[in-house]
T-cell receptor
Framework: QKEVEQNSGPLSVPEGAIASLNCTYS??????FFWYRQYSGKSPELIMF????GDKEDGRFTAQLNKASQYVSLLIRDSQPSDSATYLC????????????FGQGTTLQVKP | DVKVTQSSRYLVKRTGEKVFLECVQD?????MFWYRQDPGLGLRLIYF???????EKGDIPEGYSVSREKKERFSLILESASTNQTSMYLC????????????FGPGTRLTVL
């Protein structure tokens, strides 16, 4: 079993729809969870983090965390073509080294 | 704003050359990381450092070494470059706080001929 699993996609949604990106992780000691967006040829940039069970909203983005199920998700409302990118899920390991365990990423395509 | 810089955006080297990739961060972060990213393989951790002169192997350390003589600078060294080390190399830094993320540099695309 991979430490972090994401559906590689591509996930294709029409402009204005809700995109739902999912991630499961194996380290029960993980306490913080990060979502990065990566455009082709660019480095990853942080868009959301969450460390408490439940939902966290920031603009069009909502992160959801369920530690009991070891599941974290990212919802993008009113998807725009500019949201087309690869989204990386990254739980932070239980040590204090700051090490993140990256999933392979889900490619999102938003079609006009 | 956190700034992580890398010495080169693009680099072309020949097989057998010694290659230095440098990374500098300006946020006084304790932790620094080197990754490589290849299509279909995602981000793979090569080495990381949690303090000056301290280092730990990541998932794919073979063929690489690192140096951290100052807190703000973390260097990745390819002792004898090979064609299978052609890749995008990404540096990142973070603090030790549990909610702090990693901040990435712009990346160096290395081609080994």
């Amino acid at each position: 079993q991979k430490e972090v699993e994401q559906n590689s996609g591509p996930l294709s949604v029409p402009e204005g729809a809700i995109a739902s990106l999912n991630c499961t992780y194996s380290d029960r000691g993980s306490q913080s969870f990060f979502w990065y967006r990566q455009y082709s040829g660019k480095s990853p940039e942080l868009i959301m983090f969450i460390y408490s069970n439940g939902d966290k909203e920031d603009g069009r983005f909502t992160a959801q965390l369920n530690k009991a199920s070891q599941y974290v998700s990212l919802l993008i409302r009113d998807s725009q073509p500019s949201d087309s990118a690869t989204y990386l899920c990254a739980p932070r390991g239980s040590s204090n080294t700051g090490k993140l365990i990256f999933g392979q990423g889900t490619t999102l395509q938003v079609k006009p | 704003d956190v700034k992580v810089t890398q010495s080169s955006r693009y680099l072309v080297k020949r097989t057998g050359e010694k290659v230095f990739l440098e990374c500098v961060q300006d946020m006084d972060h304790e932790n620094m990381f080197w990754y490589r990213q290849d299509p279909g393989l995602g981000l793979r951790l090569i080495y990381f450092s949690y303090d000056v002169k301290m280092k730990e192997k990541g998932d794919i350390p073979e063929g690489y070494s690192v140096s951290r003589e100052k807190k703000e600078r973390f260097s990745l060294i390819l002792e004898s470059a090979s064609t299978n080390q052609t890749s995008m190399y990404l540096c990142a830094s973070s603090s030790t706080h549990r909610t702090d993320t990693q901040y990435f540099g712009p990346g160096t695309r290395l081609t080994v001929l």
